[in-house]
Nanobody, 123 residues
Framework: QVRLVESGGGSVQAGGALRLSCAVS????????IGWFRQAPGKEREGVAI????????ICDDSVLDRFTISRDNAKNTVYLQMNSLKPEDGGMYYC????????????????WGQGTQVTVSS
């Protein structure tokens, strides 16, 4: 059974930082693409950043360029999202998701999802 578990969310003031983690288990294929998505209240879920097993990555949301960094530790089957210089508009529920291959920013391209971790940024 494929399982993705997010952690690391919380409440911070604007300008602060958080590091989200996504622990993946139960997926036997050696190559995966893991994406981080954000859903703000009343809005659609949107892609933030994506990374492949070999470390190729892309930022889906230009508003986080130079502030967010995605990385992964394949030995730990964990993907991270380092979020710096947080802004109130970065807040929302953050989800990680898995697909077999291809860097895709659309949520509909992903087969497996975690339950999410909440990020709140106060001004």
């Amino acid at each position: 059974q494929v399982r993705l578990v997010e952690s690391g969310g919380g409440s911070v003031q604007a300008g602060g930082a958080l590091r989200l983690s996504c622990a993946v288990s139960g997926y036997d294929h050696p190559y995966t693409v893991i994406g981080w998505f954000r859903q703000a209240p009343g809005k659609e879920r949107e892609g933030v950043a994506i990374i492949t097993t070999d470390g190729s990555s892309t930022i889906c949301d230009d508003s986080v360029l130079d502030r967010f960094t995605i990385s992964r530790d394949n030995a730990k089957n964990t993907v991270y999202l380092q979020m710096n210089s947080l802004k109130p508009e970065d807040g929302g529920m953050y989800y990680c998701a898995l697909r077999q291959d291809g860097l895709r920013c659309r949520q509909t391209a992903y087969n497996y999802w975690g339950q999410g971790t909440q990020v709140t940024v106060s001004s």
